[in-house]
């Protein structure tokens, strides 16, 4: 128990130098999406969903194939959680082996989906990434690929969302034993589970900017508890941690969805981009909590002994990140309230 | 070389190629790795995807697991925080014009104590994890500037050092059946194996 404090106490720091750092926000990935539906010989349906919500505006813009026109201006309206632009756009034969690129994508560490649908029901899809802002268009894409991207979008959803991995890491220093911590982590995945079906299928929808302080609430919760556990303390989250966990989890999962739901997502493929993006987000939860319990018998194996400031570190790392990101959420909150 | 042991012998040549090999001159290869998803994750895949950087900490790994817990310890923190420290120089002096054998040579001496399996004092092993990491921190810092990337990057870097030591020295200092100990010095030997590799496409690419 004491080395576990340890390793999330050294975890907890280096999450500490990353928001200090400023470079990483949690809740960075919320991909933008681009979709051209072919209507008529060289004429497209365009649907451009920027990526939004959060702390931080991401400016990225789509850079169509230089002979291509909107015959119809980009019609930009405001929707929950992205700003959308339609249009209509026509290329002098085909977009075939013409290149999309989105311009900006290259410093933010967002993804942009890009879709398109040919006549004829011919379907290619592409994840562009910051390391490769564009693709020339032409190859169809098997669902075995796309599937692929969907798997990938919630394992970077996870890797990316700090305060997600916080969270995990507050549960691991206040759960004691191993079947208190299957029940915990199992507990917050079925959670957060049900509320990422419940918004990606369009059931619910939780507003972006009070959901993020909420989910900085959770993990700021729990460092007094953690504070209490070593004090030798108890309480409800103590004696009972998945109970805390599933319901702080039905928070988090409404900020999983955040990374399925602003990319507007083809009705046919809600079931399967559901599905792989959840699996995405556990192999990513599991790899996480499997890393910070093999640190914890490495560490007993090399009998490390810490100082004691090292091991009431955690505890507080964990209360001040939250109470960092809870204020600073709040005041976005605030500031798009007025 | 009178009443060597042939392990010992074999060292020494190893030492004179490697002693050749970072004779010859050449710039430091920068080989970042970028993911998309920010310095940080950029500094882990680095270490992951780069077995230049890779294998050296590996086989510091193996060499302190097979010298004990107290040298295992020492290694765990004198090789991350020497890589850090001198990450942050390389990054700050940055350019830098290192030999292009250079990485051998911690490949070349690692890998073949840790074939040897010689028992050394845990200050030894400390020592040469500094080493190591002081190469291999100043290399990637430098890298760093010269690409224009975050110094953040290190941070990543370090984290996955510490991890990668910890985790493989526990597993080696974990007394176990015979072949195990073996497999370890197996595995040193590749390692030396590869760091004359190295010095050989070195030196003929002179």
Known sequence: MMHRRVVVGLLSILALLLVAGATVRAHELRPGFLELRETAPGVYRLLWKSPAGGESPIHVVPILPRDCRLITGGQQQLTPGAPVVRGTLECPGSIQGRTIEIDGLASTTVDVLVRVHHAGGRLESHVLKPIDPQVTLGAATTGWQRALGYLRLGIEHILLGVDHLLFVLGLLLIVGGRWMLFKTISSFTVAHSITLAIATLGYASAPLLPLNAAIALSILFLGPEIVRKRQGGTSLTIAQPWLVAFAFGLLHGFGFASGLTTMGLPQAEIPMALLLFNVGVEIGQVGFVGLILALERSFRTLEIRWPRFAEALPAYVVGSLGAYWTIQRTVVLLGALR | ?206
Request: proline share 4%.
């Open chain 2, 1 to 206: 070389m009178k009443g060597s042991t042939p392990v010992a012998r074999r060292l020494a040549v190893c030492g004179l190629a490697t002693v050749c090999g970072v004779l010859v001159p050449g710039r430091a290869e920068a080989h970042l790795v970028t993911t998309g998803l920010g310095p940080v994750y950029d500094g882990i895949s680095h270490v992951l995807m780069s077995p230049d950087d890779l294998v050296p900490i590996l086989a510091m790994s193996l060499l302190a697991g097979l010298n004990g817990v107290r040298a295992s310890r020492m290694t765990l923190f004198s090789l991350t925080l020497a890589w850090l420290a001198a990450g942050a120089a390389g990054f700050f002096f940055g350019h830098t014009v290192l030999p292009l054998a250079v990485t051998s040579a911690s490949f070349l001496i690692v890998g073949g104590l840790t074939a040897a399996d010689r028992r050394l004092a845990p200050a030894v092993v400390t020592g040469l994890a500094v080493a190591v990491g002081l190469l291999h921190g100043w290399m990637n810092g430098a890298a760093i500037a010269e690409t224009g990337r975050s110094a953040l990057g290190l941070v990543g870097i370090a984290a996955t050092v510490f991890v990668c030591v910890s985790l493989v020295s526990a597993l080696v200092t974990v007394p176990r059946a015979a072949w195990w100990r073996i497999a370890v010095r197996v595995a040193g030997s590749w390692v030396a194996a590869i760091g004359l590799l190295m010095i050989g496409w070195a030196v003929r690419g002179r």
